[in-house]
């Protein structure tokens, strides 16, 4: 038989590597049609900018949590917009009524497992935000909070132009809550406190007291000058009857130590309008 020569060998080689490569190429082209373009939609896929991730067939919609973990000295994640009229971020979400107590996760949760804050909120504008609850009125809340103390900055406590302040004293004397740290009290007799409100020394103001239960009733007389002191006397809201009498005489209302709250409405003196 007779052998090919040198010059038929590469040329066989040659052809078979041409018919190679297009099987290889029309293998690669089946795979790839195979796999859909569009990759952001469903778990493992990539996310696509400019799209909606995933598709809006309801079919591909994620079933698992996404989760980004990050171990960052800075923050893990950033989204930010440079127009001037765009947002940063929007979330939105269907959950119901109760906050996660009711097993029902709000739109958005911080949560700092260590002791720092939880949220900051910065802008250079006027307005920090706005809080928008159903239709608003008396029966809706912007907040709940368990946190009881005075909020350092959010003058909650000035109404046209009147200030409040407001303490919770106890039969003994002792101040259970206030609104500032400097309020102080201490019973000086029976049934008699005096009360301090050292912030509110050179304004105006008028104090009300009102028991804290059970049947009594409580006096507050501010002194002369508005030095920021009140006088709380506390009295039994029933006579009681006159000792060895056998009831034949009662007396009325009388001292007697009884727990009591006391505010101070009080006006900011006008701004000096000299040098």
């Known amino acids: 038989m007779p052998q090919p020569t040198p010059t038929e060998k590469p040329r066989k080689f040659k052809a078979l590597g041409n018919r190679s490569l297009v099987i290889g190429a029309l293998a690669v082209a089946a795979v790839v049609t195979a796999v859909p373009v569009a990759g952001g939609f469903g778990e493992g896929r990539p996310l696509e900018g400019g799209e909606r991730n995933p598709s809006p067939n309801q079919s591909r919609e994620l079933r698992r949590e996404t989760e980004i973990i990050a171990n960052t000295s800075t923050y893990g994640t950033r989204q930010s917009n440079k127009s001037r009229n765009g947002g940063g971020a929007i979330y939105g979400c269907r959950s119901g009524a109760g906050g996660t107590a009711a097993n029902n996760e709000p739109c958005i949760r911080a949560n700092n497992l260590n002791q720092g804050f939880a949220f900051e909120l910065v802008t250079r504008g006027a307005v920090a935000g706005l809080v928008t609850a159903g239709k608003g009125g008396p029966n809706t809340k912007p907040l709940v909070t368990n946190a009881t103390g005075v909020a350092d900055g959010l003058n909650a406590d000035f109404v ?71 006088v709380v006397t506390t009295y039994t809201a029933t006579g009681t009857e006159a000792g060895g009498t056998g009831g034949t005489a009662v007396t009325g209302p009388r001292l007697a130590d009884i727990a009591f709250y006391v505010t101070a409405q009080c006006t900011s003196p006008a701004a000096s309008t000299t040098g």
């Open 160 to 230: 046209d132009g009147q200030e409040f302040d407001a303490a919770a004293v106890a039969a003994t004397g002792q101040v259970e809550t206030k609104t500032t740290e400097q309020i102080t009290a201490a019973k000086t007799a029976t049934g008699t406190y005096q009360v301090d409100f050292p912030t509110r020394a050179n304004t105006t103001c008028v104090y009300q007291a009102t028991v804290r239960s059970g049947p009594a009733f409580v006096v507050a007389q501010g002194q002369p000058e508005p030095n920021g002191r009140v």
